[in-house]
């Protein structure tokens, strides 16, 4: 017990220095660490697992209300405090019908997954109609034109070569690297075609990639990927209350006029199904990168044969439920440390999200145990299982929202994990003054296949801190990033996975390939703790500013080269100093809150902790991006693709090629920088 207490070497400054930790700190977490991590069992996750993933649980059905329930009942049993089901009314449409039939032959495509007897779950008899969620609906006649993976480029090659979408179905394939179906969606929208299909291509996620599921962790003939088309890039989270909770009986505008919601009907397609499609083209042949993996030449389209497609979705409202308990800080308790993982699944959710929510529960567990032991948190620890993530992260965005003073107010940091193991790879993104701190948690917790974590994560990358700072979008972190400032950072082991959002995402996929003895789900439910306990725990909050600004420096020259190479005259002068005061500033008060820390001198590590604990939240305007005010964060957004835009406003304003706007954007910039840099003011 208590294993590596025993180790007291004098500790290497540099190296062994744990930030936001005094030395007598660290000694005393040491024990409570170890704690941690041996309570945390991996057959406690496979456990859980498995009960998450018995049924399909979309959010707004029955059996996710279910679980909710079952979250809340488990982590009162841990001895976690205040557990609350909180109730959120969205608008959250369901699939009533989905038909595509070819006209001169009659055929119905079959949209459907087949069974396997590897894995019984998949004979199950409540699996929906698969769907785009917010897809418009449709029902037309019509030619399929094949328009690679959707985006803009492909359109403009299409347009050359003759092809016109405008009218027909689009036949776009899911794409590597990933690229945000709903931007598939606007782009088509744009483009004038009346509907969208997106499928699973071989050569992305099935036998080309290598063995299919059951035999391996890729795509079978049949998978489908299901998943919300909605413009979240715009506006997440129930689209009738932008920038408020939904709460029952709370104001409401009318959902359509959102500018999360598509105007183009879409749905989702096996590459058994597409192929049928794609034999039938005429036209040019594809370019050499259009050619995917079916055994066929691709061809532009449009096909001989047209198809009748009906695509309806139910306009409801539904209830959702987020799971919110804690563990109260006894010193500090409106100081927050928040770990979220969502519950609902499209079907089973092996991997996505029921990996997560498995080691979020056994990540409680452990902290009960803690708590059985005596120990009490200093600041507060949030534990949340969001609803709807995989709508419109609707969940986390309704709870931000309704919690958005406090959590400005008080919280630390937003942990967030979604899919803990889909493999071995261990992957964090976070903002830049979160990376030395998941560096140093990653160096104290075992990796199952030897030594720690940061062993194998820096060899595989190569590199001493291969933290992913650049953020876009695509999980629950986003209401606490890009519209509250809480800094964030969202972890992941994954691998090889091809049946993402399929009904094949189940738990004998995550038994049998992606993670058997789930090894890796215990490790993340030991990472997580560690670094939730640290945070709780810490004399000041290891924020590394120093960091940040030497990252929005790069940020700076290369959207100064951009705009340069646009012919813009824009004056990045005052936007470089603030960016320097703020580095300067951030070192100074590092170094005093570390040797306040040191020295036990609890009110200047107190007065380092609020100024670090504020810096985030200044790099935020109410004003928010043009075209889509509720994202306030001025150093990141995500791009319709979900891809990262740093420094987003200017960015747009560049890429527009409007300089006036970019004139002002780098003011806006400056000031939101000599926030940052005053809020630090020593
Ligand atoms: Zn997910």
């Not at 979240?232 to 919601?261: C, H, I, K, Q, Y």
């Not at 055994?295 to 497609?309: A, C, F």
């Not at 306030?632 to 960015?651: D, E, F, G, Q, S």
Request: with cysteine; glycine share 8%; hydrophobic share 40%.
């Amino acid at each position: 017990m208590l294993a590596f207490i025993a180790s007291v070497s004098l500790p290497n400054q540099k190296t062994d220095r744990r930030e936001g930790l005094s030395s007598s700190t660290r000694e005393r977490l040491k024990p409570l660490e170890s704690r941690l991590i041996e309570t945390v069992r991996a057959e406690n996750c496979r456990r859980e697992h498995r009960i998450f993933t018995a049924k399909p649980h979309m959010a707004g059905s029955a059996r996710n209300y279910e679980l909710a329930q079952y979250v809340a009942e488990q982590w009162r049993k841990y001895g976690l405090e205040d557990v609350q089901l909180i109730e959120h009314p969205v608008y959250l449409p369901w699939p009533v019908r989905y038909e595509a039939t070819l006209v001169d032959s009659r055929e119905k495509l079959s949209l459907k997954e087949e069974p396997i007897p590897e894995d019984p779950d998949s004979y199950s008899n409540e699996v929906g109609i698969p769907y785009c969620a917010y897809s418009a609906d449709v029902d037309i006649t019509a030619p399929v034109v094949y328009v690679n993976s959707g985006n803009p480029e492909d359109y403009d090659l299409l347009q050359k070569q003759g092809v016109d979408v405008r009218g027909k179905i689009a036949l776009a394939r899911y794409s590597v690297p990933y690229s945000y179906r709903g931007f598939k969606a606007l782009t088509a929208q744009k483009r004038g075609a009346s509907a969208l299909l997106l499928y699973s291509d071989p050569a992305e996620d099935g036998f080309k990639k290598g063995a299919v599921y059951p035999a391996g962790p890729w795509g079978p003939e049949s998978h489908l990927q299901r998943g919300g088309i909605v413009y979240d890039f715009n506006l997440p989270g129930d689209p009738r209350t932008p920038g408020w909770a939904s709460v029952p009986g709370g104001r409401f505008l009318p959902a359509e006029t959102a500018v999360s919601m598509p105007t183009i009907a879409a749905a989702p397609m096996s590459y058994k199904d597409a192929r049928k499609l794609l034999s039938m083209m005429t036209g040019p042949t594809a370019p050499q990168k259009w050619q995917g993996g079916l055994p066929l030449q691709y061809r532009l389209g449009p096909t001989s044969d047209k198809l009748h497609l009906v695509i309806e979705n139910d306009k409801k409202v539904r209830s959702i439920w987020n799971v919110v308990g804690r563990l109260r800080g006894t010193e500090r308790p409106d100081e927050w440390v928040v770990l979220g993982n969502h519950r609902d699944a499209w079907v089973f959710g092996g991997v996505d999200p029921s990996s997560g929510s498995a080691t979020m529960m056994e990540t409680a567990r452990a902290f009960g145990e803690l708590k059985r032991s005596g120990w009490k948190p200093r600041r507060t620890l949030i534990f949340a299982s969001w609803d709807a993530e995989e709508f419109t992260l609707t969940g986390s965005t309704e709870w931000g929202e309704l919690e958005a003073d406090k959590l400005k107010a008080g919280a630390l940091a937003y942990l967030n994990v979604d899919s803990s193991a889909s493999g071995n790879n261990f992957t964090a993104a976070a903002v830049p003054s979160l990376a030395n701190f998941l560096r140093e948690v990653a160096r104290d917790v075992p990796d199952p296949s030897g030594g720690s974590i940061y062993d194998l994560w820096a060899s595989r990358n190569k590199s001493d801190t291969p933290v992913t700072t650049r953020l876009g979008s695509g999980s629950d972190y986003t209401v606490f990033l890009n519209f509250l400032g809480v800094p964030i950072a969202d972890l992941t082991f994954d691998g090889p996975y091809g049946v993402y959002h399929s009904i094949y995402d189940s738990f004998a996929w995550i038994d049998r390939v992606g993670d058997p003895g789930y090894r890796y789900h215990a490790a993340m439910s030991r990472y997580w703790a560690v670094a939730a306990l640290r945070l709780a725990e810490c004399d000041y909050v290891p924020l590394d500013y120093d960091a940040y600004a030497r990252e929005v420096k790069i940020y700076l020259d290369e959207t100064e080269r951009a705009g340069r190479d646009r012919k813009m005259a824009i004056d990045f002068q005052a936007a470089l100093s603030a960016v320097e005061r703020w580095q300067k500033n951030a070192r100074v008060v590092l170094e005093a809150a570390r040797k306040a820390a040191e020295s036990g001198d609890s009110k200047q590590a107190e007065h380092a902790h609020h100024a670090l604990m504020k810096v985030e939240r200044a790099l935020l305007d109410e004003e928010g991006l043009a075209g889509r005010p509720w994202f306030k964060h001025l150093i990141y957004a995500p791009r319709p693709t979900y891809k990262a835009m740093v420094l987003p406003a200017l960015t747009e304003a560049i890429e527009a090629g409007d300089e006036a706007r970019a004139r002002k954007e780098v003011d806006r910039l400056t000031r939101a920088l000599n926030r940052a840099a005053a809020v630090l003011q020593p």
